[in-house]
């Protein structure tokens, strides 16, 4: 029986990961969500991310172009999302699965020390650096508010 731990944050493996992420970070003691078991396969993500943010889950994905778009940062920035990006590029699924298992002390403490909403990126070595913070990403928010 696999219970939750709820002392730990809830993360939310994105269709780009894959189902089988979400059994390794279980099986590691994380408590995780796949895409597919909340949302049809090919949701946009402008339409997903205001509900897993609703949830408070954390956003895993491997989709270097989440948050490049207006539209996507405009759906970060109002849902106060919270946004891991793998930065590793080319890797197969056992090396994005060490790398989320290895950097997952370094994730929650991350999500501690920084207001959201935010896009942060996780490279191999388990570093993890902001890429958009919440005022970058507010800012968007209040343009597109203004238009």
Do not use: C
């Not at 003691?29 to 949302?39: K, P, S, T």
């Not at 509900?51 to 207006?70: C, F, H, M, Q």
């Not at 950097?103 to 570093?127: C, T």
């Amino acid at each position: 029986m696999n219970k939750k731990n709820t002392n730990k944050p809830i993360f939310f493996v994105d269709r780009a990961l894959g189902k089988n992420l979400v059994k390794i970070l279980r099986k590691a003691g994380a408590n995780a969500e796949a895409h597919i078991d909340h949302f049809v396969p090919n949701s946009p993500d402008v339409e997903w991310l205001p509900e897993v943010s609703r949830r408070g889950w954390i956003v895993l994905t491997k989709d270097a172009n989440l948050g490049r778009t207006p539209s996507e940062q405009i759906a970060i920035a109002s849902s106060n999302a919270r946004v891991f990006v793998l930065a590793i590029g080319d890797a197969s699924g056992e090396e994005m699965a060490q790398t989320f298992i290895h950097a997952l002390d370094s994730i929650e403490r991350f999500i501690k020390g920084n207001q959201s909403p935010f896009i942060a990126k996780v490279y191999q070595n388990s570093r993890v650096t902001m890429w958009q913070n919440h005022t970058k990403l507010l800012k968007m928010l209040q343009r597109s508010n203004e238009l």
